[in-house]
């Protein structure tokens, strides 16, 4: 059997082995071909001897002229040679490398290493073995730097500067910005013919080069939400196959357009679900997340938001709702604050009502599966709801009015098969009517309304009873303040008792104390009021807590205060006692002087109504009111600080007041309530209710009203005194002073300079 052929390899490769092999050792030596010296470096025959060989050495260096560097290199080469005897050589010219150093190099002939390779493998394998690695190690070391300096050079002509990548990069956006803007023009001016122009722009969305791609996304998704909100229809799209059925050419164009609208339409969702992914991070994630990709990732749910407030009743609005409701609850408060605009602008606009019982149902699943742990804007988007026309209390009565009205029907009347049908018949008719008058789509939204309540309340009362001391409890109960007259009457024991417990455990704030009360008084103040429950506890709990209100910190609380007066002491003012109501007036009148001008208006805008209403009140502005005790201002229950052994000295201060508006109120409390004459108001400020008064001169938006005046130049001359009186002593203090030149300051006597000097003359 013979033996197998060893594969070919080709020159080419063999020499990059041995390269690699030899740059590994260290041994490398990159020269160049010495042409000029091959005719008398090589040998006529393999058999030549080191003897001849010294002989061709010594002749070529007498040739030469006595250099030393050329001995070294002779010596190298005898050395080397005679190492490796009976093979021919040729030389190769001299390089200088970076190092500075002139080196010349020896390559063994291509046709003596070929005739080696068959001897040795005739004899030997070993041998061949041998011979070859030694052939690896004496291969060839050339090295074409003809290749390397065209490299360099290509090299050198890559390398620009950082101004010139600027302006490509720019170059590049520019002309990216003109096709956008060119394609998503033309789907504008003509959506149906035009309408593949999406898919450009979708594809856009798509980009990867390094320099420019999150502009391009931005660009493109911005762009793209542009048109999708000018061509997309105010209804839902059905597609619905027909097979074998012949349409007319406009209506086939028309469901391929819509489709392709739908399509691409959902592809736009997609890809912003994908971009928005980079906001969601789980425990345990630690990535490095760029700025810029999360910046992206806000564009994209803003988005969505815009799309889904412009077109509410279009396809895939259920899906958009699910898919952002779990951002109300997001890590940044940029995010939370956007979902949360565009939830609360669905529950305003929203004249169906399907969407928003979706987000609702949504939002308690939500908040049920994070165990109440979430952030307040989750809770506080349902007060955006409209539920003031909803009454659950009604809507029991009238069901189980009805369904006792059916019964006693059924009792009386005994009807026949025939009379039966004809009584379907007639419900037909009349339900065809209703629909003809819009009657049942008012009765499936009432429908609608009233389960979008019933979620909600779960959803607070579920907080209130599981949840007492988790963050959300405010915004629960301030939900629950808005709401109350929707309650169902049969929940208010209950209601009351969860409140009152939850005040008595002392882990509320001061704002979760007064959103109790405030919820409790408007359950009052509608249905709650035929129960007989005594609420004094909740007075008691409001009047301790005003002063804790004041201009600093606690400043956000003062509208709560103002909404719970307002209910109690004008609305409520004929259930409540007059010893009660004269404390809540003196208490408040406190409440201004610590109170910044928005809120001191809107208190003397109540304790003016009071004076008005109830002209018992009005013995708070006599001062010689002569009573039995003294008025403590320490107790903290009202029925029993004597207020009326007291009066409003407040108002005295309040007309020294730094704003005009607060003078002008207090002076007119002070001469009891005048319409007209002295005292009284002007007309502007006379019409506002204590509302009113709150919001509109509110300095939050750091603008003074009514703006104050630029102060007067004063040109006058001061009038020198000529008849003073001075004291005896002044004078005698005046005679004992040297008055020099260096005391005189602006034309005057620097009594302080002179006293300095006397008192270091003294030390």
């Not at 090589?42 to 001849?52: L, M």
């Not at 990216?176 to 023009?185: A, H, M, N, P, Y």
């Not at 409701?325 to 890590?331: A, E, G, S, V």
């Not at 963050?471 to 808005?482: I, M, P, R």
Request: charged share 30%.
């Amino acid at each position: 059997m013979g033996k197998l052929k060893k594969p070919k390899v080709s020159k080419i490769k063999k020499n990059n082995q041995i390269k690699n092999k030899l740059t590994k050792q260290g041994k490398l030596k990159t020269r160049r071909y010495k042409k000029n010296q091959q005719t008398s470096l090589k040998g006529t025959s393999k058999g030549r001897t080191q003897s001849g060989k010294s002989e061709v050495f010594e002749k070529q260096s007498k040739d030469v002229n006595d250099n030393q560097a050329e001995k070294l290199y002779e010596n190298k080469i005898l050395k080397f040679m005679e190492e490796d005897a009976g093979k021919s050589f040729r030389l190769l010219l001299p390089v200088k490398t970076r190092i500075g150093k002139v080196e010349k190099r020896l390559l063994p002939k291509d046709d003596d290493i070929a005739d080696e390779k068959d001897d040795k493998i005739a004899n030997d394998s070993e041998q061949k073995q041998n011979k070859e690695d030694e052939q690896e190690d004496i291969s060839d070391m050339e090295i074409d730097m003809d290749a390397y300096n065209n490299l360099q050079e290509e090299t050198d002509k890559l390398t620009v500067s950082t101004v010139e990548l600027l302006a490509a990069r720019k170059e590049l956006l520019q002309s990216t910005r003109f096709k956008i803007g060119i394609l998503s023009s033309g789907i504008l001016e003509n959506p149906e013919q035009k309408i593949g122009n999406l898919k450009l722009l979708l594809d856009m969305m798509d980009e990867k080069s390094f320099e420019i791609y999150i502009t391009v996304r931005k660009l493109a998704m911005v762009s793209l939400l542009e048109v999708f909100k000018d061509i997309l229809p105010s209804y839902s799209i059905i597609q619905i196959s027909q097979e074998g059925v012949k349409l007319k050419k406009e209506t086939l164009a028309l469901q391929n357009y819509e489709g392709t609208l739908l399509r691409n339409y959902k592809n736009y969702m997609r890809k912003l679900e994908k971009m928005t992914k980079i906001l969601i991070r789980k425990k345990g994630d630690t990535r490095v997340v760029k700025e810029r990709e999360v910046n992206l990732g806000e564009i994209a749910i803003s988005c969505m938001c815009e799309l889904i407030t412009t077109h509410p009743y279009f396809n895939y609005s259920d899906n958009i709702a699910n898919y952002i409701i779990p951002f109300l609850d997001n890590k940044r408060s940029s995010v939370r604050e956007r979902v949360a605009q565009c939830i609360s602008q669905i529950f305003k606009e929203d004249k169906r009502g399907q969407l928003s019982l979706t987000i609702v149902r949504k939002l308690n699943q939500y908040i049920k599966s994070r165990k109440h742990s979430v952030h307040p804007e989750v809770i506080k988007v349902l007060q955006s709801l409209r539920l003031k026309d909803v009454n659950l209390d009604k809507e029991k009565e009238d069901e189980m009015k009805q369904k006792t009205l059916k019964s006693h029907k059924q009792r009386i009347i005994a009807l026949s098969k025939r009379e039966k049908k004809k009584n379907k018949k007639l419900e037909q008719v009349e339900k065809e009517l209703l629909e003809t008058k819009a009657e049942e789509n008012k009765e499936t939204k009432h429908k609608i309304l009233t389960e979008i309540t019933s979620i909600v309340f779960t959803i607070y009362f579920r907080i209130l009873k599981q949840a007492p001391n988790s963050k959300v409890l405010s915004t629960c109960l301030e939900g629950l303040a808005k709401f109350a007259h929707c309650i169902n009457i049969n929940f208010y024991q209950d209601l009351i008792t969860a409140i009152d417990k939850v005040i008595e455990d002392g882990n509320l704030g001061l704002r979760e104390q007064l959103h109790c009360v405030q919820c409790i008084f408007a359950i009052f103040s509608g249905q709650g009021s035929a129960l007989n429950i005594d609420v004094y506890r909740f007075y008691v709990h409001l009047y301790k807590n005003i002063l804790n209100v004041h201009c600093g910190k606690t400043h956000a609380e003062s509208e709560i205060i103002l909404k719970t007066l307002i209910m109690l002491l004008t609305h409520q003012r004929k259930r409540i006692a007059h010893s009660r109501l004269i404390a809540f007036v003196k208490r408040i009148s406190m409440l201004t002087l610590q109170s910044q001008h928005n809120a001191a208006l809107s208190i003397l805008g109540i304790i003016k109504q009071i004076m008005q209403l109830d002209k018992a009140s009005q013995i708070l502005l006599d001062t010689d009111c002569a009573a039995d005790g003294y008025y403590q201002a320490e107790i903290e229950e009202p029925d029993y600080c004597n207020a009326h052994c007291t009066a409003l000295w407040e108002l005295v201060a309040l007309q020294r007041h730094y704003h005009s508006v607060v003078r002008e109120l207090a002076r007119n409390i002070a001469y009891e309530v005048p319409t007209s004459g002295e005292g009284s108001l002007s007309i502007e400020t006379a019409k506002l209710t204590p509302e009113e008064l709150y919001t509109e001169y509110d300095p939050t938006g750091v603008a003074f009203k009514p703006a104050v005046p630029v102060p007067k130049k004063t040109t006058a001359v001061k009038k020198k005194c000529t008849d003073c009186n001075l004291s005896p002593i002044f004078e005698e203090y005046i005679g004992t002073i040297d008055i020099d030149k260096h005391l005189i300051t602006d034309e005057h006597v620097d009594f302080y300079k002179d006293y300095k000097c006397n008192l270091y003359h003294i030390q």
